[in-house]
């Protein structure tokens, strides 16, 4: 299992890949997000995938464009056996960096 644990794009960036313009967040929204995904990363590998998966899935809840959050949602609920929600949770990942990944993604 790999959890990602990168940078995010910058908001310029996200907006070229999306092809709109990206709501802007708060900062204390971004903070919130961040801290609920560094969570996420320090429980999955203790075994930990239910409280990961909520981490993450309160992240995505705060950034809807946290890709990173979205990504490490899927491995979550792949962990846990839920591969349709997984699927669904890897689409936005996807769509948010279509050209790819530094966290090891071919």
């Given at each position: 299992?790999?959890?990602?644990?990168?940078?995010?794009?910058?908001?310029?960036?996200?907006?070229?890949?999306?092809?709109?313009?990206?709501?802007?967040?708060?900062?204390?929204?971004?903070?919130?997000?961040?801290?609920?995904?560094?969570?996420?990363?320090?429980?999955?590998?203790q075994?930990?995938?239910?409280?990961?998966?909520?981490?993450?899935?309160?992240?995505?809840?705060?950034?809807?464009?946290?890709?990173?959050?979205?990504?490490?949602?899927?491995?979550?609920?792949?962990?846990?056996?839920?591969?349709?929600a997984?699927?669904?949770?890897?689409?936005?990942a996807?769509?948010?960096?279509?050209?790819?990944?530094?966290?090891?993604?071919?």
């Amino acid at each position: 299992m790999m959890v990602c644990n990168a940078e995010e794009n910058s908001a310029p960036h996200r907006r070229s890949v999306l092809q709109q313009p990206v709501a802007p967040v708060s900062c204390d929204a971004r903070d919130q997000a961040r801290q609920h995904n560094q969570r996420g990363i320090a429980l999955a590998p203790q075994g930990n995938h239910r409280e990961a998966r909520m981490e993450f899935r309160l992240a995505v809840r705060l950034r809807p464009d946290y890709a990173e959050a979205q990504y490490n949602l899927g491995i979550e609920l792949e962990q846990l056996d839920e591969f349709e929600a997984a699927i669904e949770a890897f689409r936005p990942a996807l769509s948010l960096r279509p050209c790819g990944w530094r966290w090891g993604w071919p």
